[in-house]
Each structure stands twice: as C-alpha cells, then as structure tokens.
C-alpha cells in the first residue's frame, strides 16, 4: 500500500475544517495533521476540547501554536497606533489574526516536510486569499487544498456530509461562522448575507450582563495600554480584561460592511470590547499630545496600513516602513484616559498627560491668549489670506 500523503490543515474545530477533516481523509486518502493557532480566543478547557474533537474526527496528530505575543507585538500594537478601524466601524479582528494564523501554519507544514497544505476557506470571502498569499510566499513548494472552496459546499451540504459519517456536532451552533481571537470575534450567519436583517442577541458570544455604569480608567505609556484602574498588566493581559469587563456591557457590538479583496461587498458582525475601547481611548490621547501634521500624517499611513492588513500584504515590506513610522509618534502618547461604560454603548470623560498640549501657558482655546497679541493676529491672518487674494484678483471672480 502507498504512503499517504501529509497534508497540514489549518484547523479551528468549526464546521468547515471538520469538514475538511473528513473529506481530507475518506475522499483523498490523506494523512491529516490539524494545526489550531491560538490567537487569544482560546483557553486551556477550550483547547483540549477540540484536539478531542479532531482525533475523533480521525487526524493522525493535533497540534495548538500560541502566537499571542508575536500576534500583540507584530500587528495588534500598529492597530492601536493607527487608530485602525476599517470603514470607520471593523477593527481588523479577522483580517489581522488570518495572517499570523497562516504564518504558523506555513512554518509548521516546512518543518514537518508537508507536501499539501489545506484550510477551509469558501470561494467568496477574503480568508481564501490571505491564506493562499502567506503559503504561497513562504512555502511555495506545498501545494494548497481547499475543499470548502473547491467543491463549492454550502453550510448545510456541510453538515449533510458529516452527519453522513457519523459526526455528531453541536449542529444550531453551526448556522454561525464564529471566529474567535485576541482582537476580537467575528459572527457570520444568515442574516449576514442580507443587506437589512441584523443578527439576533443569540448569536453574540457575549450577552449583556451588567446594567450598572462604571468608570474605568486606562494607562498608556509610548501608546501601549500598561494598566486598567492601576493595576499594572502585560498588553495582551489588559487586552483580555477589557473584552471580559466591556463584553459584560455588550459594547463593541457591530455589522462591518465593506470591499472584499475579490471585489464583492460582504456583511459580516463582530463583538470587539477591547479593541473599541482602546482605539478611541488612545486616539483621545492622541489629541491631545500629538501636533496637527502628526495627526494629519498618520491618519494617511494608518489607513494604508489598515488596508493592506486587511487584504492580506503583511509580508511587504512597505508594512514594515509604516510601523517604524508609527513607532515614532508614540514618543509623547502617555497619560491616563477615563471612560465610563454603561449596558451597549460608553463615553470617553477625558485625559491626563504630562504631555498635553490643552496647556495654559500659551492660552485657552476660545478665551484668552498668553502668547500674542491681537496685532500678531492681524498681521497673521492678512499674510495667509496673499495666496487666495492673488487667486480671486487675477481670475477676476
């Protein structure tokens, strides 16, 4: 009998990659090895849970890689910096933690001289191309499976397949596709393929637990979260407590509508506490110790940054020149940021920063000036009036 071929699956313990479990094996005789990457969605209870359930599913072996760290360290802390929400609503959830998923996976399959890599992607979604750009720069000599995509499956041929072979899942979880991570989760189901219908309470991870308002305050240093409510914590530490105590309020709730990379508009919800929470925070605090052509600059290349995360070209190295740049303006972003949280919605009270400019040496806004006169003003303003005077005089309007 010949030897079966490695294949390296990409694998989360959802309906699709047990899918790809099961065809892998029966359909194309292969031997499976099923890689979960550990984002930060998933705890030790949750982790043994589904190697369970992809050995009785039939891999040869399971393996979890933690990327928490590098996935703080090399993506999520440019987030914050950048202040990077897609279409002023996503923070990046999914598009940023495919990549690093992907990485692992590549450097996994490499080292374990894997001829196929295989995930479980659809044909109409953004993960199919963010997988493929990754294996495909660092591990060109796999060859890439999809059967998700291939085979062009729906959900419930899905489920009629595994049902088939005797897989027995929790089938009413499976309506939704729930991708679980660090920087947040994402919710696709029914009403997601609709541009009117919003996703029922259910469907949320997290439901609404606590009714009673609370204030809380958070601490950055160079534009890295290091407390909540003085109490010192590692990033990605202070990045888990915020989505427990913000997911309790039912913040961070929200349907994403935008450009896919194949060029489809797509729907899809999330639940990111953490991540609201720190981007408005640290963009409050940007207001006020940042100058005007800062703010105005790393708007420009934040949105740049954003955008390639989002479509999959974290390997070029146009990212690795905007993070340098983005390292740069975090000198003077330390202070403290107050918020106050109440059931599905928050507000941000205010700063405090050695390094904020609302200082009353040179005057308050709106009231009175310490470091010019009314002369200087005069003067000022006729000089930066020349160009636009020049422009209406010679066109004669």
Same mark, same amino acid.
């Given at each position: 009998?010949?030897?079966?071929?490695?294949v !390296? *699956?990409?694998?989360? =313990? #959802?309906? /699709?990659?047990?899918?790809?479990?099961?065809?892998? +094996? @029966?359909? $194309?005789?292969?031997?499976?090895?099923? !890689? *979960?990457?550990?984002? =930060? #969605?998933? /705890?030790?209870?949750?982790?043994?849970?589904?190697? +369970? @359930?992809? $050995?009785?599913l039939?891999?040869?072996?399971?393996?979890?890689?933690?990327?928490?760290?590098?996935?703080?360290?090399k993506?999520?802390?440019?987030?914050?910096?950048?202040?990077?929400?897609?279409?002023?609503?996503?923070?990046?959830?999914?598009?940023?933690?495919?990549?690093?998923?992907?990485?692992?996976?590549?450097?996994?399959?490499k080292?374990?001289?894997?001829?196929?890599?295989?995930?479980?992607?659809?044909?109409?979604?953004?993960?199919?191309?963010?997988?493929?750009l990754?294996f495909?720069?660092?591990?060109?000599?796999a060859?890439?499976?999809?059967?998700?995509?291939?085979?062009?499956?729906?959900?419930?041929?899905?489920?009629?397949?595994?049902?088939?072979?005797?897989?027995n899942?929790?089938?009413?979880?499976?309506k939704?596709?729930?991708?679980?991570?660090?920087?947040g989760?994402?919710?696709?189901?029914?009403?997601?393929?609709?541009?009117?219908?919003?996703?029922?309470?259910?469907?949320?991870?997290?439901?609404?637990?606590?009714?009673?308002?609370?204030?809380?305050?958070l601490?950055?240093?160079?534009?890295?979260?290091?407390a909540i409510?003085?109490?010192?914590?590692?990033?990605?530490?202070?990045?888990?407590?915020?989505?427990?105590?913000?997911?309790?309020?039912?913040?961070?709730?929200?349907i994403?509508?935008?450009?896919?990379?194949?060029?489809?508009?797509?729907?899809?919800?999330?639940?990111?506490?953490?991540?609201?929470?720190l981007?408005k925070a640290?963009?409050?605090?940007?207001k006020?110790?940042?100058?005007k052509?800062?703010?105005h600059?790393?708007?420009?290349l934040s949105?740049?940054?954003?955008?390639?995360?989002?479509?999959?070209?974290?390997?070029?190295?146009?990212?690795?020149?905007?993070?340098?740049?983005?390292?740069?303006?975090?000198?003077?972003?330390?202070?403290?940021?107050?918020?106050?949280?109440?059931?599905?919605?928050?507000?941000?009270?205010g700063?405090?920063?050695?390094?904020?400019l609302?200082?009353?040496?040179?005057?308050?806004?709106?009231?009175?000036?310490?470091?010019?006169?009314?002369?200087?003003?005069?003067?000022f303003t006729?000089?930066l009036a020349?160009q636009t005077?020049?422009f209406?005089?010679v066109?004669?309007?």
């Amino acid at each position: 009998m010949a030897d079966q071929s490695k294949v !390296v *699956l990409a694998f989360s =313990g #959802g309906l /699709d990659t047990s899918y790809c479990v099961k065809y892998l +094996k @029966h359909d $194309l005789n292969m031997e499976v090895h099923s !890689v *979960l990457v550990n984002t =930060g #969605g998933f /705890d030790q209870e949750e982790l043994k849970a589904i190697e +369970k @359930h992809a $050995l009785e599913l039939g891999v040869a072996h399971h393996e979890s890689i933690d990327v928490v760290d590098e996935f703080y360290q090399k993506a999520i802390k440019y987030l914050i910096f950048g202040n990077i929400l897609k279409n002023n609503t996503y923070p990046l959830s999914v598009s940023a933690e495919r990549v690093f998923q992907a990485m692992a996976i590549a450097r996994y399959a490499k080292e374990n001289n894997a001829e196929y890599i295989a995930h479980g992607s659809t044909g109409a979604g953004n993960d199919q191309v963010r997988f493929d750009l990754v294996f495909n720069i660092m591990a060109p000599e796999a060859k890439i499976i999809t059967p998700i995509r291939d085979l062009q499956l729906s959900r419930q041929q899905e489920i009629d397949y595994l049902k088939s072979h005797g897989v027995n899942m929790n089938w009413e979880k499976a309506k939704y596709s729930i991708n679980k991570g660090l920087w947040g989760t994402s919710v696709g189901g029914a009403e997601t393929l609709t541009s009117k219908e919003a996703l029922p309470e259910e469907a949320y991870p997290s439901q609404l637990t606590n009714k009673e308002p609370k204030s809380i305050t958070l601490e950055f240093k160079e534009g890295e979260i290091t407390a909540i409510d003085g109490e010192s914590m590692s990033a990605p530490k202070a990045i888990q407590l915020l989505n427990k105590i913000g997911s309790e309020y039912a913040i961070g709730r929200d349907i994403h509508v935008g450009d896919t990379i194949i060029g489809i508009k797509g729907r899809v919800g999330f639940e990111a506490a953490a991540p609201i929470l720190l981007i408005k925070a640290h963009h409050l605090l940007e207001k006020h110790t940042l100058t005007k052509w800062q703010q105005h600059w790393k708007e420009q290349l934040s949105s740049w940054y954003g955008m390639m995360m989002h479509e999959g070209q974290y390997l070029d190295p146009i990212m690795r020149n905007i993070e340098k740049f983005m390292d740069d303006t975090q000198q003077f972003v330390t202070g403290k940021v107050h918020l106050k949280l109440s059931p599905y919605q928050f507000a941000l009270l205010g700063i405090e920063s050695e390094h904020d400019l609302m200082t009353s040496k040179f005057g308050n806004y709106g009231e009175m000036n310490k470091g010019w006169s009314g002369e200087d003003v005069k003067g000022f303003t006729k000089i930066l009036a020349n160009q636009t005077k020049i422009f209406y005089a010679v066109n004669e309007l």
